[in-house]
């Protein structure tokens, strides 16, 4: 069950790369949590039950394969938006988001009354990742203009 679902999260996801790259980061995660939201949704709530179960059972759900798929989504974004690509902590960051974001989604998806809406959820997650990557791009911009700033010396 679990190749099947990986397989089926893969291909949902895989084809949205193209549009997502291009996509401000606001609009590019809700695509892909709502790209996941309907495939958990599919086929009478499969892979929700499923995710649900293993959960409750306090098993593993192994998603190195999609977790990595998302990181190359994440690098094709870079590529394609090279002004978020000065990043600092950019492997850590990229795995705590997208292992905490799927994890959220999964919990969210499972709970019979979640205390937030799953456009609610979407939308802090886009905002979340988005936040901190301005405040990457501020905090390099900073560093740039004191290396580059009269009167600043290796020693200070």
Not at 93 to 116: C, E, K, L, Q
């Amino acid at each position: 069950m679990l190749a099947r679902f990986v397989r089926d999260l893969v291909g949902v996801l895989q084809p949205l790369t193209p549009r997502i790259v291009r996509m401000p980061l606001t609009e590019a995660i809700p695509t892909i949590l709502y790209g996941v939201q309907e495939l958990l949704l599919r086929d009478e709530q499969r892979y929700l039950k499923y995710a649900r179960e293993v959960f409750n059972a306090d098993l593993r759900l192994d998603l190195a394969e999609v977790s990595r798929l998302l990181g190359d989504i994440i690098v094709q974004y870079l590529l394609h938006n090279p002004q978020h690509a000065r990043m600092q902590r950019f492997a850590a960051m990229s795995y705590i988001f997208v292992n905490a974001g799927m994890f959220t989604v999964i919990r969210h998806m499972s709970d019979p009354n979640p205390p937030i809406t799953y456009d609610e959820l979407v939308d802090g997650l886009a905002h979340m990742v988005s936040h901190y990557v301005r405040m990457e791009q501020q905090l390099a911009r900073k560093a740039q203009a004191m290396a580059t700033s009269p009167g600043t010396t290796d020693g200070a």
